[in-house]
């Protein structure tokens, strides 16, 4: 079984900083991509950046220039530096891998974490 956790969220001031962090675990044998995305209340779940296992990112133009992802392959782990926050960045951040493990049988499927809230005050 794998799991995503998130970590990281909570309430900031307008033009602070958060830095949220994700950790696989189980039975895994390699992570391709990972995501983050987010949402806010009466909003579709949207893509706020990606990673792939190389290295190579993309950004919603929202958050361009103040979010970066970065990854750490060894530890299965994503994070999210989010600088310059705006009230507007308020949602539930949630992260998504897509992952090949055994679970039970050698499978590829995209997982998901519970979510963690960002709420940026103004």
């Known amino acids: 079984q794998v799991q995503l956790v998130e970590s990281g969220g909570a309430l900031v001031q307008a033009g602070g900083s958060l830095r949220l962090s994700c950790v696989a675990s189980?039975?895994?044998?390699?992570?391709?991509?990972m995501t983050w995305y987010r949402q806010s209340p009466g909003h579709q779940r949207e893509l706020v950046a990606s990673?792939?296992?190389?290295?190579?990112?993309n950004y919603a133009e929202s958050v361009d220039g103040r979010f970066t992802i970065t990854r750490d392959n060894a530890m299965k782990s994503v994070y999210l530096q989010m600088n310059s926050l705006k009230p507007e960045d308020t949602a539930v951040y949630y992260c998504?891998?897509?992952?090949?493990?055994?679970?039970?049988?050698?499978?590829?499927?995209?997982?998901w974490g519970q979510g963690t809230q960002v709420t940026v005050s103004s």
């Open positions: 998504n891998a897509d992952v090949w493990a055994r679970s039970p049988v050698l499978s590829r499927r995209q997982y």
């Open positions: 189980g039975s895994i044998l390699n992570i391709n991509d």
């Open positions: 990673i792939t296992s190389g290295g190579s990112t």
